[in-house]
């Protein structure tokens, strides 16, 4: 039982690249959630998803995309990288109680 | 709007000291309140609170909220240096019925 896998673990882009952040789940959890988290802030929504097909905006969509084709994937788009999208990102999974975190991807934009 | 907002933003302490780590949260249809560790990486968990009043302890941590002043606490005692992190305190709820997180408390703990 693997929990929340996120992929790149680190990357760095250039202003104007696009890349995709993966996320996986093995728990067969309903919800997912993509968060950012800022140095010396706490973690914004992004996008979440409440099941296969649905996905909806959180506090900070504007410059990302996501698509929940599966229960268990749940990737993130950025289509055209900006500075100040530099910031570590988290995926979580959630039967509807508790949380379950990913160990985050830290992505730089230069 | 809601917000979780977490005092002191930082703190030093020694070794052995206790330590109180305050959240105060504004949340629409609030369900529970969370509390988490945060080192290097992901969040760990520690507590979720739904209940006023009783205590949900775990070694030398507890925790306890308190739904009529919107606030909740989390302590330490005999403090280990290995208690250095970010405590993160979130509320569930809201519109999006999602974790509202505050800013962190980042914990120093010097031997």
């Known amino acids: 039982n693997a929990g929340v896998t996120q992929t790149p673990k680190f990357r760095i882009l250039k202003i104007g690249q696009s890349m995709t952040l993966q996320c996986t789940q093995d728990?067969?959890?309903?919800?997912m959630y993509w968060y950012r988290q800022d140095p010396g802030m706490g973690l914004k929504l992004i996008y979440y998803s409440v099941g296969a097909g649905i996905t909806d905006k959180g506090e900070v969509p504007n410059g990302y995309n996501v698509s929940r084709s599966t229960t268990e994937d749940f990737p993130l788009r950025l289509e055209l990288a900006a500075p100040s999208q530099t910031s570590v990102y988290f995926c979580?999974?959630?039967?509807?109680?508790?949380?379950?975190f990913g160990d985050g991807t830290r992505l730089s934009i230069l | 709007e809601d917000k979780v907002v977490q005092s002191p933003l930082s703190l030093v302490v020694h070794e052995g000291d206790t330590v109180t780590l305050n959240c105060s949260y504004e949340v629409t249809n609030f369900r529970s309140l969370l509390w988490y560790k945060q080192e290097k990486k992901a969040p760990t968990f520690l507590f979720m609170l739904t209940s006023s009043g009783i205590e949900k302890k775990s070694g030398r941590l507890s925790s306890i909220l308190d739904k009529k002043e919107l606030f909740s606490i989390l302590n330490i005692t005999a403090t280990q240096t290995g208690d250095s992190a970010v405590y993160l305190c979130a509320g569930t709820g809201g519109s999006q019925g999602n974790l509202i997180f505050g800013k962190g408390t980042k914990l120093s703990v010097k031997p």
């Open positions: 728990m067969n959890h309903n919800y």
């Open positions: 979580a999974s959630s039967p509807g109680t508790e949380w379950h």
